[in-house]
């Protein structure tokens, strides 16, 4: 076996095992998503005070449009519960992707909002990783007021279309998801 | 999918070799229904026999089931390539009744449809491709994006493994089919492996007749590449079994997925709750509003 047709099988069991395992995973995990229950994907959402991240939301534009400004880095800080309050809640906007989908099991209709709800999760993942970029260099404090506000803002407006969506579809446990976003 | 079964004596002129390599598979089918004249010259074992009627079977059912359960309406492609193979088989048939299958005219014909072939299973890709993605009608923008570099990149990931290939053959043509044949395969192995990861990172349902269709492909077109591969690297050399015995598992797996096709395309595919066209129109309103707001938020500035 000359060098080539060695390199040529080596890299063909490589691309075909890569594929395969791409293939399972992904199966697996539609497989699990597809099955997983209304009060299993809520299970996954982490607690973060809804009202604090509205404030925090509504300080920087409220629904008339204003934009106010009024809390100070230290209070946002503190009202986010730092980068770990962050954190969480960039996990939670895959769990708000997740609720939008599953109304999307039965109205494939939802996909429009499912998929502005993805773009609105990559922008926080977005805000959070120029705030961790932050940290690392240690420019945290000056960087995570205007980070850290949009990111909330945008999760805010997250949590407000999900609830529309799901007041839309009239999805009965509608009241236990306002409870919980 | 590719549908070559057969091993190819060493010791046949060029055409010989093309031709029988090409349309051997074709033909036994209907040979398999009564044509002893053609079994006989081929000197067909009864697993063969049985591997190409089954095949062949297999393929007519699933037509059957596309068009007495009226999926060909919205899997208009795929039926098209169904009905071709049909089609193809007969064509192959009667000319290898008039020509033989050693003759120039079959040759030609088999390649040039091997050719069509592959642009309809495109097309079929592209049917699958819209349904997954825009079951409203309007693309996913970021499924978009990402379904673009998933074409450049099988494209480019096929491209490299089928220059690497260097089977030996006597002849360059042979060499350009088995690598033509190869690149094929891995183009679509990297485009519905990616149809499948793109519809689960998206959320998109799984168990409809469209995604059903597309993980058929995805199965077939996976072995296919490490069974092409293999034809890559044995060649087409004198003695060589190892293109036979490919040619059965290929057939095999065929079988198996016409299978597959037959039964999911028989039952009904979960059937979506269709909203009210007014709610339609709230869902669309709320989308646009969401987009004006995070333009107000992009554009904020702390003063």
């Known amino acids: 076996m000359n060098l080539r047709s060695l390199l040529f099988v080596v890299l063909v069991g490589l691309v075909f095992a890569g594929l395969t395992a791409v293939v399972v995973r992904y199966a697996l995990r539609t497989r699990r998503s597809s099955q997983a229950t209304w009060e299993e994907i809520l299970a996954r959402l982490a607690h973060l005070d809804r009202e604090k991240i509205a404030a925090i939301a509504l300080d920087a534009i409220d629904d008339s449009g204003r934009q106010n400004f009024m809390l100070e880095p230290d209070a946002i800080w503190s009202m986010l519960g730092g980068m770990e309050g962050l954190e969480l809640l960039e996990k939670n906007c895959q769990v708000l992707i997740e609720l939008t989908t599953y109304v999307q099991r039965w109205h494939p209709e939802a996909l429009v909002v499912a998929e502005q709800l993805r773009l609105n999760a990559r922008e926080i993942e977005w805000h959070v990783g120029r705030l ?8 945290l404090q000056s960087a995570f007021a205007d980070y850290a506000q949009r990111a909330a803002a945008t999760y805010y407006l997250m949590t407000r279309h999900v609830l529309e969506l799901y007041e839309q579809v009239s999805f009965p ?8 976003i | 999918m590719r549908d070559i079964l057969f091993a190819p004596p060493a010791a046949l002129s060029p055409t010989e070799l093309t031709a029988i390599a090409a349309g051997i598979y074709d033909l036994q089918p209907l040979a398999f229904f009564g044509h002893l004249r053609l079994q006989h010259s081929m000197g067909l074992s009864g697993v063969r026999q049985f591997l190409w009627a089954a095949s062949f079977s297999s393929t007519s059912v699933l037509l059957a089931v596309l068009l007495l359960r009226r999926r060909a309406a919205s899997l208009s492609a795929f039926t098209f390539l169904i009905a ?21 005219p079959y040759a030609l014909t088999y390649w040039s449809l091997s050719y069509v072939d592959d ?4 097309a079929v890709f592209y049917e699958l491709v819209k ?3 825009c079951p409203t009608g309007v693309w996913a923008r970021d499924a978009r994006r990402a379904f673009q570099w998933l074409v450049a990149a099988s494209i480019l990931l096929a491209l490299g493994l089928a220059m690497l290939a260097s089977p030996p053959t006597a002849r360059w043509y042979e060499t350009y089919l088995l690598r033509s044949n190869f690149f094929v ?10 149809i499948m990861v793109l519809s689960s990172t998206v959320g998109l349902p799984w168990k409809t007749h469209a995604a059903r269709v597309a993980q058929g492909f995805g199965a077939c077109a ?19 079994r190892a293109y036979g015995v490919v040619a059965y ?4 797996i065929y079988i198996g997925c016409m299978g597959f096709w037959i039964v999911s395309l028989w039952q009904e595919a979960p059937a979506p709750r269709e909203l009210p066209d007014a709610m339609l129109m709230q869902i669309y309103t709320l989308q646009r509003r969401v987009e004006n707001d995070l333009v107000r938020i992009r554009n904020w500035r702390r003063s």
């Open chain 1, 132 to 139: 961790k970029g932050a940290a690392s260099t240690g420019n």
């Open chain 1, 173 to 180: 446990e509608l009241a236990q998801l306002k409870q919980a």
């Open chain 2, 84 to 104: 071709f193979y049909v089609a193809k088989t007969l064509v192959l048939f009667s000319l290898a009744v008039h020509f033989s299958i050693r003759s120039r």
């Open chain 2, 119 to 122: 642009a309809i299973q495109f």
């Open chain 2, 131 to 133: 349904q997954v993605f």
């Open chain 2, 185 to 194: 395969s891995v183009l679509e192995s990297g485009l519905f492996v990616g």
């Open chain 2, 222 to 240: 996976l072995t296919s590449m490490v069974l092409e591969g293999t034809r890559n690297y044995f060649g087409l050399g004198p003695g060589q």
């Open chain 2, 249 to 252: 598992i290929e057939t095999v």
